[in-house]
C-alpha cells in the first residue's frame, strides 16, 4: 500500500501509542498525525454529555487534519462519536468512527449484547451507536450497561492494574446476562483477551476493528 496520511483525534493519552502501532503494522508506511486534547473529555465529564464547544473543538481539529494533508480522519473517542455524523455531511475526507465497525460486528453475532465502559458518558452514545447499527441492519437487539467506577482515574494515572482489575470485575457481573461483551472505549483493549477468557463470552474491542475499516477505506479510495 502506498504511503498514506491519517489524522487520528485522541481524547486521552493511553490509546496514543498502542493504536498508532496498530496502524503502522497494518497499514505499514503510513503517516499518522496524532492530535491529542485530553480537555475534550474533562469538558465532557464534568458537563455529563457531549457539548455544542466540544463539538466546535473537535471539528477545528478535523479543519487542522484537513489543512495538514490528512486522506482519513480516525475519531478514536466513543464518548465524542454522536460528533461524527454531522461533520461527514461537509468535512471532505472520510471520518472513520472507531467503534462504529466493532458494533456492527457485535450485532452480526448475537442479539444480546453487554456493553462495558470506564466511563458513564460513554455508555449512552455507545448504546445509541448499536441502536443506530441494528436499525440499519433490521435487527432488534437487547443490551445492557455496566461500568467499572473509578477504572478510567486509574488508568489516566497510570495505574494499570486497578484498571485492569476494575474492568474484570465489572465484565463478571454481567456476564450471564449476555452473548457478547463489547468494551466501549479503545483504552480498553488490553482486556479483551484476559476477559474472554474470565468470561467464556466473546469480547469485542474497537482499534482492531476501526484500523481495519482504515485500511479497507483507504484501499477503496486510492
Not at 32 to 42: Q, T, V
Not at 131 to 151: D, F, N, P, Y
Amino acid at each position: 500500500m502506498a504511503e498514506h496520511t491519517i489524522a487520528a483525534i485522541y481524547t486521552g493519552a493511553a490509546l496514543v501509542k498502542p493504536l498508532s502501532d496498530l496502524l503502522k503494522e497494518s497499514l505499514g508506511d503510513c503517516k499518522i498525525m496524532n492530535i491529542l486534547d485530553d480537555s475534550m473529555i474533562g469538558d465532557i465529564i464534568e458537563a455529563g454529555t457531549l457539548t455544542k464547544a466540544v463539538k466546535r473543538r473537535l471539528y477545528g481539529y478535523y479543519e487542522i487534519a484537513c489543512a495538514s494533508g490528512a486522506e482519513l480522519i480516525l475519531n478514536t473517542c466513543s464518548s465524542i462519536g454522536d460528533a461524527v455524523y454531522g461533520a461527514r455531511e461537509f468535512f471532505p475526507i472520510p471520518i472513520v468512527r472507531i467503534d462504529e465497525p466493532m458494533a456492527r460486528k457485535a450485532i452480526e453475532l448475537s442479539d444480546s449484547i453487554a456493553v462495558l465502559a470506564t466511563l458513564p458518558t460513554t455508555l449512552d452514545p455507545t448504546l445509541r451507536l448499536l441502536q443506530r447499527c441494528a436499525a440499519e441492519s433490521g435487527k432488534t437487539i437487547r443490551t445492557v450497561s455496566a461500568l467499572a467506577e473509578g477504572a478510567f482515574s486509574a488508568i489516566t494515572s497510570g495505574d494499570g492494574p486497578t484498571h485492569d482489575r476494575l474492568v474484570a470485575e465489572t465484565a463478571k457481573q454481567v456476564s450471564d446476562s449476555c452473548d457478547v461483551i463489547l468494551l466501549a472505549q479503545g483504552s480498553m483493549a488490553r482486556m479483551e483477551e484476559p476477559l474472554a477468557r474470565l468470561t467464556g463470552k466473546t469480547v469485542l474491542s474497537s482499534p482492531r476493528f476501526g484500523v481495519q475499516m482504515v485500511k479497507q477505506m483507504l484501499g477503496e479510495a486510492f
